[in-house]
């Protein structure tokens, strides 16, 4: 059974910095990309960020220069540095990894529970 596990979410003032994690826990499986999505409410989920397995990265318009995705495979984990943090970035953050558990099985994707970011003074 995999489950991806966030942390790092909380309250910051404008401008102030964050770091999100992601875990993958389980066995069994090797993962391809690796995602941090938003939602605030009344919006659709977005993309902020991806990295692929080859660490390949791809921002939002919006994050771009602030916003840091990385990925440490040993651990499974993805994180996400955000720098310069905004009141409209205020959001619920969920992760999101593309996994292989079986040849016999194309790759899932699987999402975390999310952890809430809240950006204000």
């Known amino acids: 059974q995999v489950q991806l596990v966030e942390s790092g979410g909380g309250l910051v003032q404008p401008g102030g910095s964050l770091r999100l994690s992601c875990a993958a826990s389980?066995?069994?499986?090797?993962?391809?990309?690796m995602g941090w999505y938003r939602q605030a409410p009344g919006n659709e989920r977005e993309l902020v960020a991806d990295?692929?397995?080859?660490?390949?990265?791809n921002y939002a318009e919006s994050v771009k220069g602030r916003f840091t995705i990385s990925r440490d495979n040993a651990k499974n984990t993805v994180y996400l540095q955000m720098n310069s943090l905004k009141p409209e970035e205020t959001a619920v953050y969920y992760c999101?990894?593309?996994?292989?558990?079986?040849?016999?099985?194309?790759?899932?994707?699987?999402w975390g529970q999310g952890t809430q970011v809240t950006v204000s003074s």
């Open positions: 999101r990894m593309v996994l292989v558990t079986s040849i016999l099985y194309p790759p899932r994707a699987y």
């Open positions: 389980g066995s069994g499986f090797s993962i391809n990309a």
């Open positions: 990295i692929t397995s080859g660490v390949s990265t």
